[in-house]
């Protein structure tokens, strides 16, 4: 399997994005919030899922910034997802899949979905020199360990944004300065989301995957 190795010139951006969630991470172990189905309050921060950018991000030409509304079950996105990219056999189907597919034809100016290869071919080349590289940051960073994974938490959504307290630091803002993306895609929104986040990503232009879109081109 390959390790996740960033190339000299984008360890101090792979730097600049752990410092945010570290912080981040620390202003939300300040409160509590129900994640289990056990009836418990746990501290925000042993539930926070960090995120950020892929190898060689920096070097794709656009820059794609994905944009997703919660995590589940994992807490290292970019380790764990990179690891299940060039460990596993991905279906040509699903989340992973729509937004490969889209980064491949985007990445390649492909004018046929035919022209677009497999998932699994796609995963394999994720964060390599020679492969596709794209950022995911996700809305909520609160990982929902709700059983029905078909269902956003609203309510754990609604406890990061205030449990993260932007008014005193925007961290999405800073997230977004050091990703600086050329293009950023939403997947899976909700409306929630739509209302809490249109004006931290509004002045990148969009493409919206599955849902409406909520950052105007």
């Known amino acids: 399997m390959k390790n996740l190795v960033y190339p000299n010139g984008e ?4 730097s600049e994005i752990k ?7 620390k202003e939300v172990s300040k409160s509590e919030a129900l ?9 925000g921060g042993d539930y926070f899922c960090d995120d950020g950018f892929f190898p060689y991000y920096f070097s794709g030409t656009p820059k794609i910034l994905y944009i997703a509304r919660e995590e589940r079950n994992c807490y290292h996105i970019v380790e764990n997802w990179f690891n299940d990219f060039h460990s596993k056999k991905l279906k040509d189907s699903g989340f992973f899949a729509v937004i490969l597919k889209t980064l491949y034809g985007i990445s390649n100016d ?5 022209d677009i290869p497999t998932a699994d071919i796609i995963a394999k080349e994720i964060g390599t020199p020679e492969g596709l590289s794209f950022s995911i940051l996700e809305l909520s960073k609160y990982g ?3 059983s029905d994974s078909t269902q956003c ?4 959504m609604e406890n990061f944004f205030e449990h993260s307290n932007l008014s005193k630091r925007n961290y999405f803002k800073e997230e977004l300065e050091v990703l600086d993306p050329d293009l950023v895609i939403s997947a899976n929104i909700t ?3 739509v209302n809490i986040s249109k004006n931290i990503f509004a ?4 493409y919206t995957i599955g849902s409406k879109p909520f950052i105007v081109s």
Not at 110 to 114: A, D
Not at 203 to 206: E, F, I, Q, V
């Open 110 to 114: 492909c004018s046929n979905y035919s």
């Open 203 to 206: 002045p990148y232009p969009a």
């Open 144 to 146: 929902n360990e709700n």
């Open 153 to 156: 938490d609203i309510k754990l």
């Open 35 to 43: 994640f289990r189905e056990d009836g418990k309050y746990y501290s």
């Open 19 to 25: 410092e945010i969630m570290n912080v981040w991470k």
């Open 11 to 14: 360890k101090n951006k792979y």
């Open 191 to 193: 409306e929630l989301s």
